[in-house]
């Protein structure tokens, strides 16, 4: 059984949130969570959360067992992005883009 969990329009770029999504794809969800902890990225905190909702959703809904469950999916894909303008030099303007992601997490049971 897959469980899923989601979460949009979070304020940091896909592209930062895929290195963090790489170092935890295919790892049981309790390790992923302790390795999320103590890695210093913006992103990793943001995962982290998801996973502990997709672990709750498990519990809960689904009534499994925390310690059975690994990571099979996490992607971050891009949201919409903020065109904020600057003033710049000679009377122009520069563009300031503000990026946003939206990330999912698929957790499954290990099979026996």
């Known amino acids: 059984m ?3 969990a989601h979460v949009k329009h979070l304020p ?3 592209q930062k ?3 963090v999504c790489d170092q ?5 969800a309790e390790e992923a969570l302790v390795v999320l902890q103590f890695m210093p990225q913006k992103g990793a905190a ?3 959360k998801l996973i502990l ?3 709750a959703n498990a519990e809960n809904n689904f009534e499994l067992n925390r ?22 030099a000679r009377g122009r303007y520069k563009p300031r883009v503000k990026p946003s ?8 049971e290990y099979e026996d």
């Open 53 to 55: 909702s997709a672990l």
């Open 67 to 88: 310690q059975d469950l690994y990571i099979k999916t996490v992607y971050a894909n891009e949201g919409p992005r903020q065109m904020r303008y600057k003033a710049g």
């Open 24 to 28: 935890v794809r295919g790892m049981d």
């Open 12 to 14: 940091i770029s896909a």
């Open 2 to 4: 897959d469980v899923r």
């Open 46 to 48: 943001f995962l982290r």
């Open 17 to 19: 949130l895929r290195l």
């Open 101 to 108: 992601a939206h990330l999912a997490v698929v957790l499954s």
